[in-house]
């Protein structure tokens, strides 16, 4: 599949892919035997980016194969600087027929990330969505330190299972950073970064009711959920992103 032109939303590439293209994209990776990252961009990315974690904008710039918009602050930025709104590709919603298309078609996918019972149930769950995909999993409770023992030996675990999928769940920008660090290690096809995508997986969170999502509000109805860790992130964060992503091309 040809590369489409990304815009830029707050100095972070965006592609414009849907959903179903991301399925012709594996498709294409595992046919010629590629590895590729399928990364994300949100409200929280940018901030990042611009802020604390300045190397960001030249991996998503310069090393990360496709970026997915992960937001509804994504689209409005794109909608404010003029660009066409990518469509809205959210794990928790987006990623059981994902999964479904993957056991379809044989893919197997390894979950990387969070505690053992949320993983466990994650893949639990998974698998009951899609009974043929034949998944594994792994928490994110170890030494990820690049020659630690505990780190070699995940990476070990993950290779002996060949998955054409990673989801890897660490938080930004712990994750990105360590599946750049490890790809090369890692016999895979595609590599997602997905934040706390195992837990909605695990039934730990839920999906915001329509409402909320038809009103591109869905970060609101997550800070009444969790005012105490999410309360400072959002009220602060998001003026940050706009001024952001006025201020960038």
Not at 14 to 33: A, I, M, T
Not at 111 to 138: D, Y
């Amino acid at each position: 599949m040809e590369k489409q032109k990304a815009i830029s939303v707050g100095g972070i590439p965006v592609d414009l892919f849907e959903e179903r293209d991301y399925e012709q994209l594996l498709v294409e990776s595992v046919r010629n035997n590629q590895k590729k990252t399928f990364f994300n961009s949100n409200a929280h990315m940018v901030v990042l980016a611009n802020t604390k974690f300045p190397w960001l904008k030249k991996l998503f710039r310069e090393k990360v194969d496709y970026v997915m918009c992960d937001g509804a602050g994504i689209q409005m930025g794109a909608w404010l600087r003029g660009k066409p709104v990518p469509q809205k590709i959210a794990y928790n919603a987006w990623f059981w027929n994902y999964a479904s298309f993957c056991a379809k078609n044989g893919y197997r996918i390894f979950f990387l990330g969070a505690r053992e019972e949320v993983i466990v149930k994650a893949a639990e769950n998974m698998k009951k969505h899609a009974p043929e995909l034949i998944i594994s999993h792994h928490h994110g409770y170890f030494n990820k330190g690049k020659e630690h023992p505990e780190n070699l030996r995940v990476i070990e675990t993950i290779n002996s299972f060949k998955p054409h999928v990673l989801l890897v769940g660490f938080g930004m920008p712990d994750q990105e950073k360590w599946i750049m660090d490890h790809m090369g290690d890692i016999s895979c096809n595609a590599f997602f970064p997905c934040g706390g995508a195992f837990d909605f997986f695990a039934g730990k969170r839920s999906l915001a009711p329509k409402l909320f999502r038809n009103l591109k509000m869905e970060w609101f109805y997550r800070m009444l959920l969790e005012p105490v860790r999410l309360g400072k992130r959002y009220l602060v964060e998001n003026p940050k992103f706009l001024y952001y992503v006025l201020k960038n091309p």
